[in-house]
């Protein structure tokens, strides 16, 4: 018998599924209380959205800043440090039922646990252009929190209409020279207060009834490419930034059908715990969060999970 096949066929106390830094911080605790912890990190997404991040400057403990990748990699072998099994393996199907819970992985092999914790993150929309993903983290952003600071004094422009693209474009004013944002409609989504504020901002400027045909720049984006949806003219915009802020997915396709979600899409979770609706699988991270978003706050959140986690299966046991 393989020792894959060895692993598969005990009952483990917890299964992690996901592998920012809300499922390595969960791993860490579980594995420290001798949980011995399963993570199934993702065959593509393992480390999440800070894998596309260049530096992160605002999580604590690293004055001088850290790359995004890097950062995953010291929280990875943290996890692994204190004995979590990681396999970088896409989860395919989930059975919630019961007191023993099934996790099926691409390979078709399964695992049971009495608890799974859920920290399958979100993903930001994007607008599908072909330079956008090429031109990620050199000029192309989905987090003024994460990157703003690095656009002082420039040209940068937000696409969007909504709460979260004004909460982005007044936030990157604190940075830039001008703000410029492109909106598909004629008015705001956002609401009144948010527009309000944004359209009375002297830095802030609007583009209607337009959207972002390209994003243009060799190795750093240097315009983009704007239609107006009403006549069809195309211009460039001398931008040396843009942050895409058109909403983001939790990823929720494994339990939407199972799990209570909230109106924002979201896993529901029990007031500041991390419990779901389903005893024994508890969510932490961005899947649960639809506001703050941040690498600092999924970790606190994966901390949480993993103490929930700890309560539960003394009680089992008990």
């Known amino acids: 018998m393989s020792n894959a096949e060895n692993s598969a066929s005990e009952v483990r106390d917890v299964i992690i599924v996901g592998s920012g830094p809300a499922g390595y911080t969960a791993a860490v605790y579980t594995a420290r209380a001798n949980l011995k912890p399963l993570l199934l990190a993702g065959s593509v997404t393992a480390g999440g959205e800070l894998m596309n991040t260049t530096d992160v400057e605002n999580y604590p403990g690293f004055p001088e800043g850290i790359m995004g990748p890097d950062l995953m990699e010291n929280f990875e072998k943290q996890a692994a440090r204190f004995g ?85 474009a007044l936030f990157l004013t ?45 190795d750093k984006v240097t315009a983009l490419k704007i239609k107006n949806l009403q006549d069809g003219a195309v211009s460039d915009l001398a931008v040396t930034g843009v942050f895409v802020a058109i909403g983001n997915d939790p990823r929720t396709d494994l339990v939407k059908d199972t799990l209570k979600i909230t109106a924002e ?54």
């Open 265 to 318: 899409g979201t896993i529901a979770v029990d007031g500041r715990s991390s419990r779901t609706s389903v005893p024994g699988v508890f969510a932490a991270g961005d899947v649960v969060d639809p506001t703050y978003r941040q690498a600092i706050t999924a970790s606190g959140s994966g901390c949480v999970a993993a103490i929930d986690v700890e309560h539960y299966l003394a009680d089992l046991h008990a």
């Open 84 to 168: 979590t099994e990681i396999q970088f393996e896409d989860v395919t199907a989930l059975d919630l039922e019961g007191d023993i819970k099934t996790v099926t992985i691409g390979t078709g092999e399964t695992f049971q646990a009495r608890a799974i914790i859920l920290s399958t993150g979100s993903a930001y929309r994007e607008l599908g252009l072909p330079n956008e993903k090429r031109l990620s983290g050199h000029g192309v952003s989905w987090c003024a929190t994460c990157d703003g600071f690095f656009f002082k004094d420039q040209d940068i422009a937000v696409i969007g209409g909504g709460d979260s693209a004004m909460e982005e």
């Open 174 to 218: 604190k940075f830039a020279k001008s703000v410029t944002v492109v909106h598909r409609r004629d008015s705001l989504k956002a609401s009144k207060i948010m527009a309000d504020r944004a359209l009375a901002h002297e830095k802030i400027s609007f583009i209607w009834n337009s959207t972002v045909d390209d994003v243009i720049g060799e």
